[in-house]
């Protein structure tokens, strides 16, 4: 059942499309992350579906009815669509459960198992100046959801947190989706982020929607060095030595370059893979090794398990599978 359907969406700035010709639908219950380069059009996109920006052309249809701008209403917003900002505010020298009170719609016991899945039960006696930035980004998006939201919008929600609390936000996220059954699009400068958690994602760039597929296509299969680039590091390999690794496999493009991710990479003994190759760096990164290697006068990237050092060689093996030509 579509939840979400946008068509012809746009948005013009001072400075240029913010948002061009954006079209895609939201079944309920499916987890969309939109990534892509600060500026592209991502939160623009994202208020605009809130109702909290005036879109230029287009139509967003939340549950069959047309959400309407802030030029076309008293107070911006839906009551349907809640709006998680990166700006997120509580009032001063209030208890965390008066502010919770302020909100919320719901009996006790489900309210408070909404507080028990945001990990903020044991802080409801606390001042809100008592609070770390992770702490009260929970309880801001706890309060989102005693309204019964039926769509929950983030915008950068791991952005400027810690490690610790940036696991917690994930943990909260995953528990919403699983136990909750609350629908989500999520918006990332580090589409990283956003891949364990994701159904979906589409990727912008300059106010455009430049590929839309699951987690697993946009990483192995992307559409170009752009998308590739968000979702982590990669290697790009030119056609003779793409050659050399595919051999009767698969044949090079012309003109086109093969992007082959750093763990895609087999090593063993000099002479017993495809390509020897020498280690010019290496830096230990806790899971793995970042291995850095000349390969045929070309510079390559490999994530390896074993410490290696600076000056050995060692035999690299690719499939026609481990690579995507971009």
Not at 23 to 41: L, P
Not at 248 to 273: D, I, L, S
Request: with cysteine.
């Amino acid at each position: 059942m579509v939840l979400l359907d946008i068509s012809g969406l746009e948005k013009n700035e001072a400075t240029g499309f913010a948002v061009r010709d954006i079209q895609f639908t939201q079944e309920i219950y499916q987890n969309i992350a939109i990534v892509g380069e600060t500026g592209s059009g991502k939160t623009s996109l994202l208020k605009m579906i809130a109702g909290l920006l005036q879109p230029d052309k287009g139509t967003i249809l939340f549950q069959g009815e047309r959400v309407k701008g802030p030029l076309e209403k008293l107070l911006p917003g839906h009551p349907g669509i809640a709006y998680l900002s990166q700006h997120f505010e509580l009032r001063n020298n209030y208890r965390v459960e008066e502010e919770l009170e302020s909100k919320n719609l719901l009996p006790e016991t489900a309210a408070n198992r909404i507080y028990d899945i945001c990990r903020i039960g044991h802080l409801k006696k606390r001042r809100t100046d008592q609070l770390s930035g992770g702490e009260r980004q929970r309880i801001v998006l706890a309060r989102l959801l005693t309204t019964s939201p039926g769509l929950l919008l983030l915008d950068e929600p791991f952005s400027n947190l810690d490690r610790l609390h940036k696991q917690i936000i994930k943990e909260v996220l995953k528990d919403l989706v699983e136990k909750l059954h609350i629908t989500c699009i999520l918006v990332s400068h580090d589409a990283a982020d956003a891949l364990s958690w994701a159904e979906r994602i589409l990727v912008m760039r300059d106010g455009r929607i430049i590929q839309d597929g699951k987690p697993e296509m946009i990483y192995e299969q992307p559409a170009d060095v752009y998308c590739a680039g968000l979702l982590g590091e990669y290697n790009l390999l030119d056609d003779r030595l793409a050659a050399v690794f595919l051999e009767k496999n698969r044949k090079a493009v012309p003109g086109k370059q093969w992007m082959v991710r750093p763990e895609k990479f087999r090593t063993g003994k000099p002479g017993e893979g495809q390509v020897d190759a020498q280690i010019t760096a290496v830096s230990y990164c806790g899971s793995h090794y970042r291995v850095s290697m000349q390969a045929e006068k070309q510079e390559i990237i490999v994530r390896m398990n074993k410490r290696t050092a600076v000056g050995d060689w060692v035999g690299l093996s690719l499939s026609a599978a481990d690579g995507w030509f971009v």
